[in-house]
C-alpha cells in the first residue's frame, strides 16, 4: 500500500508532515510505503534534521506547492506542478491507493475530484467529520466540499455516511438527521425542504427527520447530513466554542478555587483529547473514486502520524467498494 | 409604556407567561402597564393560581393560540383571533409600545412585519442575540427571521447590529465579521461572497472581514452577520454544545474526583449563568416599527421577566428611532 503525504500542506509543514510520516511508519504493514510531495531539498532537509531515513519513505520533487489562502481553482489551474497537483496526478496513475493534505482543503478536494472522479452514482463528494459528544461520536457530513450542493447531493451524503457509520462506528443501523431549524417537517431552507421529502421517501437510510444543533450533541442521530457551508460553520464553532468554554472554566478555577486547577487540569486534558481533532486524525472525503484524508490546517504530527492509520485503514475496509456496491444497487437514482 | 405578552407562547405557557409578567412588574415605572394576550378564563385561572392580582396587568382576550409545530404563514391566515395575531393587530392601532412572545418564532416574527412594517430603508428585520463568550458578548444577525435572505439584507443588518451595539455593549465603534468558512476575502457561498463586497464597500460600519466560527468565541469581532438558517444552527449548537461539554465534565469530575463535585458545582453554575440565555430576556427584531423580543421556546418565569426589561428598555432607548435616523441619513442605497 502507498500512502501520498502533501508535504507542504497545513499551518506547520513541511516540518509537522514529515514527522507525521515518522509516527506514521508504526502503522505500515510489510511493503507498504509512504510518499512525500513536495520540494525535494527542503523536504529531504527535514527528514534529515528530524532523522528520519527509513526507506520505505520517499520523496517526489514538486516545485511548487498551494498556500492556504489561495483560490484553489485558480492555483490548481496555475500551479501543475504543486505537491497537490503531483500527489493526485500520481494517485491517478494508479500509483498512490490514499492521499493525505493538511493544506488548502478547497484546492485538495477540488483536485481528487478532478484526477480521480467520483464513485458511479455519486455525483459530488462530500467530507464527513467525526464529531465526539456526550453519547458518543456523531458524522456530519459535509463540512465543505460543497457549499451550493443540490438536495440530491445531501440524499447521497446520507447514503455514504450509512455505510461509513457502520463501518467505523460499528451501528448496525445508523440514524440520519438533516441539520435544520426546527425538528418538524417543512422548517429550514429550500434546500433542506427538499432535500428532506427526498430522505422521508428514501429506503436506503434510517431518517430520523430534521435534526438541530441541540439534537446533534443530545444523541438523536449518528449522522447528520447539511450543507458545506452550514457544515464549515459548525465544525469551526464548535473548536471555538470547545475553546472558549475550557478557557472560562480554567479561568473561573484559577479564581475562585486556585487550589483546585492541578487536580482539574487531568480531568480537562482527558476531554479535551477526547475533543481534539488531532486524535480523529483528519476527515475522509466520501464518494471518491479513491481514498483522500483532509487533515486540519493545525495539525502536528500526531495529527498526520493518525491521518496516515485512518488512510490505512480505509483502503484495507474498502470503504470505495462498499459505497459503489451499495450505490450500484439502489433503485432509486434522483435528479 | 404599555408591553404585550403572548400569554400562549413557550413550551410552559401560559404559567410562566403569567408568572414572567408578575417577575416583570419589577421593570414597570408608574403608569406602565403589562397586557397578557390569551383565553381569558385560562389566563385568569393563572393569575389566581400565582397570586397576581395587580391593576397594571390586563388581560385581552383571545379564544385562539398557535402551536410552536404549526406552518407561520398558513396559521396566521387561519388564525387571526389568535394571540399573537391580536396582540400584533393592537400594536399596529398604536395600542403597545412593545411586543414579547416565547411562541412560534415564525409566526410572531412575520405577524410583527406583517402588521408593524419596517422602519424606512430596513428591507427585512433580523433577529439579533446576544452570544456570551469568554472576551465578552458577541451580537449575532440573523438567528431566524429569513432564512433566505439577499446580500443587502446582512448589509442592513450589519448597520443595525452596530447602532444596537453601541447601545447595548457600549462600544463606540463596533468591528464587524461576516460568517464564513475561511477568513480569506472570496471564501463562502454565493451570498456571503456578494455580502462581504458591499460590506467591504460600506462606510456605515468598522468591517473586519470574514469571520469563522472560531473567531466568535476568539474576540475578533462585536457583531456577526449571518443568514437566518445558519444563525439558527448557530444558536442551537452552541446550546447543545455547551450543554453537552457541561455534562461531560460533571461526568467526569464524578467519575474521577467525587470529592470535587460540591466544590466544582459554584463554579459550573457561574459560567451556565452566563451562557444562559434566560438571563439575557430574548432578542429583538430589528429593523421593524416597533418593539418586539424573541424569547426562547424554552423560557420560564424569569426569561420572560427579563424579557419586559428589555421591551421596556429598547423603547425607552428608543432603538427603532436611532436606527431610522441612521437609516435616512445613509446615502449608499443597496439594490
Known sequence: ????????????????????????????????????????????????????????????????????????????????????????????KGELDGLISAGNTGA?????????????????????????????PVIICDVGANTTPKAHHLVEYAQMCVIYAKLILNIADPRVGLISIGEEEGKGNPLVKEAG????????????????????????????????????????????????????????????APDLVQRFEPITERIWKRHDFAEYGGAPLLGLAGVAIICHGRSDRRAIGNAVRVAMEQVRHDIKGLIASEFSRRTEVPA
Open 1 to 92: 500500500m502507498r500512502i501520498g503525504l502533501d508535504a507542504m500542506g497545513g499551518d506547520h509543514a513541511p516540518r509537522e508532515v514529515v514527522g507525521g510520516a515518522q509516527v506514521g511508519l508504526g502503522h505500515l504493514r510489510p511493503g507498504d510505503e509512504l510518499v512525500l510531495y513536495g520540494p525535494e531539498e527542503q523536504v529531504a532537509a527535514e527528514c534529515r534534521q528530524l532523522g528520519l531515513t527509513d526507506p520505505r519513505v520517499r520523496i517526489v520533487h514538486c516545485p511548487e506547492w498551494i498556500e492556504m489562502k489561495e483560490s484553489p481553482v485558480e492555483a490548481l489551474r496555475q500551479k501543475r506542478r504543486s505537491s497537490i497537483a503531483v500527489m493526485a496526478g500520481d494517485a491517478a
Open 108 to 136: 485538495f478536494a477540488a483536485a481528487c475530484h478532478l484526477r480521480l472522479g467520483t464513485i458511479p452514482g455519486v455525483s459530488r463528494p462530500g467530507i464527513a467529520i467525526l464529531m465526539p459528544t456526550f453519547y458518543g
Open 197 to 256: 421529502t427526498m430522505l422521508k421517501k428514501s429506503t436506503s437510510s434510517r431518517f430520523v427527520g430534521n435534526v438541530e444543533g441541540r439534537d446533534i450533541f443530545g444523541g438523536r442521530c449518528d449522522v447528520a447530513i447539511c450543507d458545506g457551508f452550514v457544515g464549515n460553520v459548525i465544525l469551526k464553532l464548535t473548536e471555538g466554542l470547545a475553546e472558549g468554554l475550557f478557557k472560562t472554566i480554567t479561568h473561573e478555577i484559577k479564581e475562585e
